[in-house]
């Protein structure tokens, strides 16, 4: 569902195919970037407390972004690093 409103959000900030486009593939090589890292975390640190903090990280980041967005202010740029 956050990859549609981001793409969606990005099509109303710009029509640029290649713009758009981006948003999925940043998508996925912040998903690589992030879980092999992790997968090596997971080996020392608890799960639980793996998935507490992910979670938690998750969570303000689109509290964040939620409020940035609802406040008509979002620039091109911010969608990339949301």
Same mark, same amino acid.
């Given at each position: 569902?956050? +990859? *549609?409103?981001?793409?969606?959000?990005?099509?109303?900030?710009?029509?640029?195919?290649?713009?758009? $486009? %981006?948003?999925? $593939?940043?998508? %996925?090589? /912040?998903?690589? =970037?992030? *879980?092999?890292? $992790? &997968? $090596?975390?997971? +080996?020392?640190?608890?799960?639980?407390?793996?998935?507490?903090?992910?979670?938690?990280?998750?969570?303000? /980041?689109?509290? %964040?972004?939620?409020?940035?967005? %609802? /406040? &008509?202010?979002?620039? =091109?740029?911010? *969608?990339?690093?949301?």
């Amino acid at each position: 569902m956050q +990859d *549609v409103g981001s793409a969606w959000l990005m099509v109303t900030l710009t029509t640029h195919p290649l713009m758009v $486009a %981006s948003i999925q $593939a940043i998508t %996925s090589f /912040s998903i690589f =970037l992030f *879980v092999l890292p $992790a &997968g $090596a975390k997971a +080996d020392i640190i608890e799960q639980s407390t793996c998935y507490l903090g992910f979670f938690l990280i998750k969570f303000l /980041s689109r509290i %964040s972004f939620l409020t940035i967005s %609802s /406040s &008509g202010s979002v620039l =091109l740029f911010m *969608v990339f690093c949301g």
